[in-house]
């Protein structure tokens, strides 16, 4: 097993693609905390991951973007396990407005969810990293870590801040054996793609078919979306690379849209 033993937090893992990465990484030994805004929700997520073995789970109530909340749960993990040695930074929203329509309030909530959650759950997890001399941390980008769309003004400037963290982190960790990798995911079936859907349909004045075909998988080359799965393989691809050949680096994982 890949992870076997390994202690992983995974944030925004109750459901979605969070989900899925603690699924994958439980079936390969892992413990995995899963870390969601509410207790509740991340307590059954963690319960039914646990059945499945040979991993197991337990439920961490944590906001990403407050700092007391972030280190508090982080100690919590500790306490319970020893220590951390894969963090996922996968909590994050979605919110579209036109540039000169997009409220402040609006603008700060989902850069602080991404940016912010990425840098406090980051600065707590380290010590305990540095303390082993390895680690692995990878954020969740998206294709909007490379490319634009109309209406995701805050998205993308947070998910291409995401890479030059990332980029800053792999040099500042790589002395004590941290590594650090952004997973930038195509449109990915889950609640908050379907919430897009008919968001943006009426943002654009055009049909929810047309949005799915012309909008979020025009430029795939199969027309189709990426899956979970899919990326929880990434997710374990970088949580278990054996060396820092990968580190700092991306992977697009989108059916063709964009490629570099």
């Not at 954020?139 to 990332?166: I, R």
Request: net charge negative; charged share 20%.
């Amino acid at each position: 097993m890949k992870l076997k033993d390994k202690v992983c937090l995974v944030t925004g893992a109750a459901s979605g693609i969070g989900e899925g990465i603690a699924r994958r990484y439980i079936e390969e030994g892992a413990r995995v905390a899963i870390a969601d805004l509410k207790l509740e929700p991340a307590k059954e997520t963690a319960e039914q991951l646990s059945a499945m073995g040979p991993g197991t789970a337990m439920g961490v109530a944590m906001d990403v973007s407050d700092e007391a909340a972030v280190n508090r749960g982080v100690a919590d993990i500790v306490k319970a396990w020893g220590g951390i040695d894969v963090l996922v930074s996968n909590a994050g929203i979605q919110i579209v407005h036109r540039i000169e329509d997009f409220p402040f309030a609006e603008w700060k909530k989902l850069l602080a969810i991404h940016l912010d959650g990425a840098f406090l759950t980051t600065k707590a997890c380290l010590p305990h990293m540095y303390a082993k001399q390895a680690g692995s941390i990878i954020f969740m980008g998206s294709v909007h870590a490379k490319e634009a769309s109309p209406l995701k003004s805050a998205y993308v400037t947070a998910k291409h801040g995401l890479l030059g963290f990332a980029r800053v982190l792999s040099k500042e960790g790589a002395e004590h054996g941290v590594r650090a990798n952004v997973i930038c995911p195509g449109f990915v079936k889950t609640p908050l793609v379907d919430k897009q859907i008919p968001e943006q349909a009426k943002a654009l004045g055009i049909s929810e078919k047309a949005v799915v075909e012309q909008v979020m998988l025009s430029g795939t080359v199969d027309k189709e979306f990426t899956t979970i799965e899919d990326v929880a393989e990434i997710a374990l691809l970088f949580a278990s690379f054996p060396s820092n050949a990968l580190t700092g680096q991306s992977l697009v994982v989108s059916h063709g849209w964009y490629m570099n």
